[in-house]
């Protein structure tokens, strides 16, 4: 990297030439003008309702952020389970009130941290746990019954649920008194993120059971985060993140039924959870959007009558892919802007990444800043004032029946298919994102698309102090799973893995053998071993 | 490096445990647009299984694609076997988050570029062909791992 100071250079006077074609983000054409004309067809009653209202286009609450301004929840997790509890005392401490827990790749794809594949992982991009005791340490001293804890984990998310319910019960606290979220939304990562182990079906027969234990035992607990950011992450349009995370929503909600459950009991607590990328107007009229779709499918595909049904609440996160390693400090305009349009979109909470994430794991200072960035908006832009000031806006409106016009045309294609699951197995949704992204790295490289410091306005930079994880963490981790697997019982664990053998190749629920087996410190990687037995492994075909 | 007249031969690799593979499968696209011969491993392989694939394949040179902070243990342990197996000519490259404090390490061992985000496809394009003598047909320098 040049350390060549850039500072005494005069910037060149750039005559900025207008954009080849008009297009969005995702390559969608936008008119030189909008009009009446253009909403000719909007019905206010039928097609916004007030704020509150069915089809909630304008928002899920009356009053919004009048009332109050939405969660500002920031995704931490590094290193050992004790120093995350640090970070998590010091964030409590300090006014927050909720947790949310990065785990690192060993934890999130099931493997111990002494496993091979665990190589050079242990802590890196999250906290390292991989059983019971682990749990213990990292919520060490912090009353699970007065906090609100979501969890991103997605294939051991009944495992990870089943060590919380555990550290719980030696705290006294019932689960009937525990809140908060699994992510636990395995078809986003077929998708997407691909932080898969068992195949698509024995996978979703997981989230129904989850589902069902949390409606009967948990009943503040959101059973599953319905995730479009990684889609999104992954290169996919504005139009694919709202049609397939929406779609995927509807896939959970029919197997559930399918499973004899009661829509208006568990759909309630279903919730979502949004990208916000950089073009602006898009991104509102995907989220205005994303609630009249649900709004609709729940009570006219679902018949569903409790009102809480039909509501798309959601959290956001602003794009991580966005964010450029050229320039770092101009990452903090990026992301003020994708919070600005969530916000504008009326999210329900709120992640702005720091403007060092294309390097590293956020430092504080960065991470400070990005919290800085809510709360500017929050406090001083007046956005918050009333709900959804862009409704009526000829262009908002007709970008929303667009983009929800686009969505639907998926949902067609993907119910011809035979759901969401069997489209999955055919690759389809995978190559729709894959084709997306290569598309919009070559408009990237021809400058149809400008990236101001990557393809644009570069110059040459300083090193950028980061965070840095060093090897350490997965010593300490293996050491101490070595200690826990000579003190424990060992008959024990075998039983209560073997149990989860025959509840997995039966038709029982598997979250109680998976609770049992981690009261008797079975480890992640021993749990999902036993059921990997019995369901194998998923396989993606390489393609490209 | 490639005899006379064939398509230069690259391994594109996901190792490690992380699935985020946009940018792989953007790269393994863009060389096989550029005219190469290009093999994907998918996903979660380990060192092992990456230089057995790239000996059975026969390939020029092996892109990594890492985002987790795994980078130091794998490429050390990717480049380690290639040594053993006697295949010191396979050029390695690197893509991902990587923090430049990493880099001369990384280089030190032999890897023969880090590409980090906001690369252009083409950069990659440029530095096999420079590495190999790809299309340009020039005369390739010595292999990596012989010059430390």
Known sequence: MSTKKTVEETPPVVETPASPTHTTISGRPIAPLYRPEDVAGLDYERDLGDPGQFPFTRGIHQTMYRGKVWTMRQFAGFGTPRETNARFKYLLEHGSHGLSIAFDLPTLMGRDPDHPLSLGEVGKCGVAISSLQDMEILLDGIPLGEVSTSMTINSPAAMLLAFYIAVAEKQGVGPEKLSGTVQADILKEFIAQKEYIFPPRPSMRIVVDMIRYCTERLPKWNSISISGYHIREAGSTAAQELAFTLRDGVEYVQWCVDAGMDVDRFAPRLSFFFNSHSDFFEEIAKFRAARRIWARVMKDRFGAKNPRSWMCRFHTQTAGVSLTAQQPYNNVVRTALQALAGVLGGTQSLHTNSLDEALALPTEEAVTIALRTQQVIAHESGVVNTPDPLAGSYFVEKLTSDIEADALEYFRKIDAMGGMVAAIERGFPQREIQEAAFQFQRAVERKEKVIVGVNEYVMDEKPFPILYIDERVAEEQMGRLNALRASRDGAKVRAALGRLQEVARGTGNVMEPILDAARAYATLGEMCDALREVWGEYVEPPIF | ?148
């Open chain 2, 1 to 148: 490096m490639a005899p006379l007249g064939r398509k230069l031969r690259v391994l594109i690799a996901k190792p490690g445990l992380d699935g985020h593979d946009r940018g792989a499968k953007v790269v393994a696209r863009a060389l096989r647009d550029a005219g190469m011969e290009v093999i994907y491993t998918g996903l979660r392989q380990s060192p092992e299984q990456i230089v057995s694939a790239a000996a059975q394949e026969d390939v020029d040179a092996v892109g990594l694609s890492i985002l987790s902070g795994a980078h130091l243990a794998i490429c050390r342990r990717v480049i380690e076997l290639l040594k053993e197996k006697g295949m010191q000519g396979v050029r390695v490259f690197l893509g991902g988050i990587i923090p430049a404090q990493d880099i001369p390490e990384l280089k030190k061992m032999g890897v023969a570029e880090v590409f980090l985000p906001g690369s252009s496809t083409q950069d990659v394009v440029k530095l096999i062909d420079t590495e190999l003598g790809g299309a340009s047909g020039t005369p390739p320098r010595p292999p990596l791992a012989s010059r430390e």
